[in-house]
């Protein structure tokens, strides 16, 4: 797979039937590794062990409804009290972020109302937190760590 622009984290990785698949530590099983995942699994290692957010926070991969359609977001990080801290929409590495990315995450927060946005190909990071009275956002350089 592809180097990403990410600190180097250690995966565990099987091959059946000549597919190879990462575990991943917060749906607790093996997923298929496509460039998506790989991208997914190495930002779920970053909020983990770089920015220090709580396993137990963080969900991967789940349905929500979107105008009666059914869609699926890569990373929630929920706040304590049950809130949503912080969306990812990760993209694999051969995709170009545009506005097309920013547009879907934008749908998805219509329903979460999350405090910051990330969107990522594993190679470009694009940071914002929403601004809910002012009805705009701010670019950051970075996500905040986790605080208590």
Not at 12 to 17: A, G, L, W
Not at 56 to 74: C, G
Request: charged residues 25%.
């Amino acid at each position: 797979m592809q180097e990403l622009n990410f600190p180097k984290f250690s995966f565990r990785f099987k091959n059946s039937e000549n597919k190879i698949s990462i575990f991943d530590e917060i749906r607790k099983k093996f997923v298929i590794l496509q460039p998506e995942e790989w991208v997914r699994q190495h930002c779920v290692q970053y909020l983990v062990q770089n920015k220090n957010y709580p396993k137990s926070l963080i969900n991967v991969e789940k349905e929500l409804k979107v105008n009666q359609l059914k869609k699926r977001y890569d990373i929630v990080v929920f706040n304590t009290n049950g809130s949503i801290h912080l969306i990812v929409e990760c993209k694999s590495p051969k995709i170009t972020i545009n506005q097309n990315s920013f547009d879907q995450i934008a749908i998805y927060n219509q329903n979460l109302n999350a405090d910051y946005l990330m969107v990522t190909n594993g190679i470009n990071h694009y940071y914002c937190k929403m601004d809910y009275e002012g009805k705009r956002y701010q670019f950051l350089d970075s996500i905040p760590d986790y605080m208590k």
